[in-house]
């Protein structure tokens, strides 16, 4: 059995487990068209075979749903409610390194040992059970399945669900009578699957909502409110608008999580956290919207962490000459907020002082470097880049940042396999096509607003090696590397080149990138 015996090391049996869940990836595109709804009904067969409709029944849970901020709305939650003394349990989604960091019990990722003995409860009951007419769950399927199961062995006093993807169809809408839901900033994301206008989307969002279970939102676009209305009177919810938190409610501290975008975020999970404190019979007395927040929501808010969203990282080999900035945002929306936070903090170039683990004497040299800004990016084949390139680019430059050079590399991580702390290999036969049409939309983009004629831009550019060989395109404004490994190699190159430049590196387009820079630099 894959779970293996005494003979198989702890590092084998967990990447034996890996390759379990790896094989649960479907090669069909999450956007056919056949499929709407993938069979939903499977889901309840799957929680009878493990025996978790009692359990998740009696879970005490928050669901929330939304195309911006529902993980960040998910994190300041948990941290609030911890820090209220409840024992929680986090299901967020995609994972940035491990796959376990998805599964948090009290804030932290759940232990090896436990994932272990839990991952093959819930795999080896499925593959007992399952057959033809009822096959093995998908990928995320299983992992929202893990999920029950981890919080309800573990028995945890409040589960904070952030949906996958849309809604309606979402695996972790199984839950028929959570205690409170929630929408965040609704955008266009996953057109593909959930509609091509913010009405279609909203709907597909307001899925989740539950008969007579109250409901909050953050302030929409016209169409999407009227939509999200629509479906709450439908269902005679409390639907509710979580405004903005208010600066003056943390006594003079600052949100954990960066950006002025999370206000709206913490706005909404201060909303529903204290319904949930209401509904389980724990009410905060004297809590109003105008005097300081409860001291564990102000604990909440200002330690809460999530990786890979507004995350500052020096690098480990110079940290004061290369800094990467990292931001998983991957929609038109996100990528503005995502250029306005790296703006702020790249003009103003103080935060480094609050980077407790960079050595003083990089403190003292960097203070007097320049900067150089640098844009390393890749995204999904189905985002559109015409939508996200210009919308970074031009809030950063209405901020005063402009790129000295943008580059494009393919990620390591590959949709069909769950990777592990290990570093793969390196395909020699990588396909760049994508990476080029990226680089043509840049350059052309760099082009048009200098004030000249978008031109072929393959004319400006030139072949030349990376440091694995491969042919790679240079151009003006951008390069093209065939390995996200060789990107950063090159980045510290210059760094130690130029050691009067601080580089500062924005890492974004795809959380799968972040994930891998991250795995990278913290070596």
């Not at 004297?286 to 020096?314: D, H």
């Amino acid at each position: 059995m894959a779970k293996g015996g005494s003979m198989e090391s702890a590092a084998d049996r967990y990447q034996s487990t890996l390759d379990a869940l790896s094989s649960l990836i479907t090669k069909k595109s999450r956007a056919d068209k056949s499929n709407k709804g993938d069979r939903y009904d499977l889901l309840f067969d799957y929680l009878k075979i493990l025996e978790l409709d009692e359990a998740i029944s009696q879970l005490k849970i928050i669901h929330v749903a939304g195309t911006k901020g529902k993980g960040s709305t998910c994190t300041f939650a948990e941290s609030i409610l911890r820090n209220c003394g409840f024992r929680t349990g986090l299901f967020t989604s995609p994972h940035l390194i491990d796959v376990r960091e998805r599964f948090r019990l009290d804030g932290l990722e759940i232990s090896e040992e436990k994932f272990l003995e839990y991952f093959w409860w819930c795999y080896d009951r499925l593959k007992e059970e399952t057959n033809d007419d009822v096959p093995m769950p998908t990928y995320f399927r299983f992992l929202a399945l893990l999920a029950f199961k981890i919080f309800a062995a573990e028995q945890v006093d409040v589960a904070i669900l952030e949906v996958g993807l849309g809604g309606r169809f979402d695996a972790t809408n199984v839950v028929e009578k959570p205690i409170v839901c929630g929408i965040s900033s609704l955008g266009y994301d996953h057109m593909e699957i959930l509609g091509n206008t913010l009405g279609e989307i909203a709907g597909e969002k307001a899925g989740i909502f539950k008969h007579e279970i109250p409901a909050f939102t953050v302030p929409q676009p016209d169409e999407a409110m009227h939509v999200l209305e629509e479906k709450a009177s439908k269902l005679n919810v409390n639907l509710q608008v979580a405004h903005p938190l208010n600066v003056n409610l943390l006594n003079g501290l600052k949100l954990a999580l960066e950006g002025e975008h999370q206000y709206l975020n913490a706005g909404l999970a201060v909303a529903l956290c204290s319904t949930w404190l209401q509904r389980t019979g724990h009410p905060i007395i004297n809590f109003n919207q105008t005097g300081p927040l409860p001291e564990p929501f102000i604990k909440g808010l200002t330690t809460a962490s999530l990786q890979g969203r507004a995350q500052i990282v020096p690098d480990i080999e110079s940290p004061g000459n290369l800094v990467f900035y990292l931001d998983g945002a991957h929609s038109p929306e996100s990528m503005e907020a995502c250029a306005r936070w790296f703006s702020l903090c790249t003009r103003d170039d103080n935060h480094l002082s609050n980077l407790n683990y960079q050595p003083q004497q990089h403190m003292d040299e960097g203070s007097k470097k320049d900067t150089a800004q640098i844009l390393l990016f890749n995204c999904m084949s189905v985002r559109d880049p015409q939508l996200l390139l210009p919308r970074l680019m031009r809030t950063c430059a209405s901020h005063g940042v402009c790129f000295k050079k943008a580059l494009f590399v393919p990620n390591i991580s590959v949709y069909h396999k769950v990777g592990s702390q290990a570093l793969p290999t390196i395909d020699p036969q990588v396909d760049l096509s994508w990476q080029f049409a990226l680089q043509r939309a840049w350059e052309s983009l760099m082009q048009s607003d200098k004030g000249g004629e978008p031109s072929n831009t393959d004319q400006a550019c030139e072949e030349m090696k990376d440091d694995t060989g491969m042919s790679v395109m240079g151009c003006k404004n951008s390069s093209i590397f065939s390995s996200l490994p060789s990107a950063i190699k090159w980045l510290r190159d210059t760094a130690q080149k130029d050691r009067f430049v601080r580089f500062q590196v924005l890492v974004t387009g795809s959380l799968h990138l972040v994930g891998d820079v991250l795995r990278l630099i913290k070596k």
